[in-house]
């Protein structure tokens, strides 16, 4: 089956710059990557998503690239808020869209 | 509100005590999911149901059983728990099986 890393495991920036999050995937049939936010006590949410045929896709401070070719794909958060601070992970779709293989997860610290 | 419904939230019991964790939403979505979280190792898909009476395997089915016998509802069910059970688990669903899924709020299961 598919699998997904994903690095850092952990990230502390300070309020205001910019944190990027890495996922690498294994079957190159995979063809829908959402991203996922948790908070503490909460089950994971989406917050953006990216398919195969696209390489980039922004919404407001939050943006995706995918690289096909190298089978990685990041997420990519501008101008971090402390209310940012959260686990973030990363999933792939696999050969079979109902299926979805997540990445470990990044904790994400904004300090103010 | 448009939401999935875990229940109950926190749960211990004894090896080897049926139990079952209801899940429900009010979305009128297709596919339903179940995930368990550890620590370290990300979401890993239990269970998932493409319609009613549609279900199969996911990564980590070995100990779980599902039924869909309502489109809205999806239980989870554990006939001889064991300690390596405990664990955190979601219940998600979607209106189409590569689309982002929404998530129930978890439940954390205890078994001793």
């Known amino acids: 089956g598919e699998n997904v890393e994903q690095h850092p495991s952990t990230l502390s920036v300070q309020e205001g710059d910019s944190a990027v999050i890495k996922c690498t995937y294994s079957?190159?049939?995979?063809?829908?990557f959402p991203w996922y936010k948790q908070e503490l006590g909460k089950g994971p949410q989406l917050i953006i998503d990216?398919?195969?045929?696209?390489g980039e896709k922004k919404d407001q401070r939050i943006a995706v690239t995918l690289n096909k070719t190298a089978k990685h794909f990041s997420l990519h958060i501008t101008e971090t808020q402390p209310e940012d601070s959260a686990v973030y992970f990363c999933?792939?779709?696999?050969?079979?869209?109902?299926?979805?293989?997540f990445g470990s997860g990044t904790k994400l610290n904004v300090k103010p | 509100e448009a939401q999935v419904t875990q229940n109950p939230r926190y749960l211990i019991t004894v090896t080897g005590k049926k139990l079952t964790v209801t899940c429900s939403q009010n979305?009128?979505?297709?596919?339903m999911s179940w995930y368990r979280q550890d620590p370290g190792l990300g979401l890993r898909q239990i269970y998932y149901?493409?319609?009613?009476?549609?279900?199969d395997k996911g990564d980590v089915p070995e100990g779980y059983k599902v039924s869909r016998k309502e489109k809205r509802n999806f239980p989870l069910i554990l006939e001889s728990p064991s300690p390596n059970q405990t664990s955190l688990y979601f219940c998600?669903?979607?209106?189409?099986?590569?689309?982002?899924?929404?998530f129930g709020s978890g439940t954390r299961l205890t078994v001793v």
């Open positions: 998600a669903s979607s209106q189409q099986g590569d689309y982002g899924y929404t």
């Open positions: 079957d190159s049939a995979s063809n829908y």
């Open positions: 999933a792939a779709s696999g050969n079979n869209f109902n299926k979805f293989y």
């Open positions: 990216i398919r195969s045929n696209v």
């Open positions: 979305m009128n979505h297709e596919y």
């Open positions: 149901s493409m319609n009613v009476e549609v279900t």
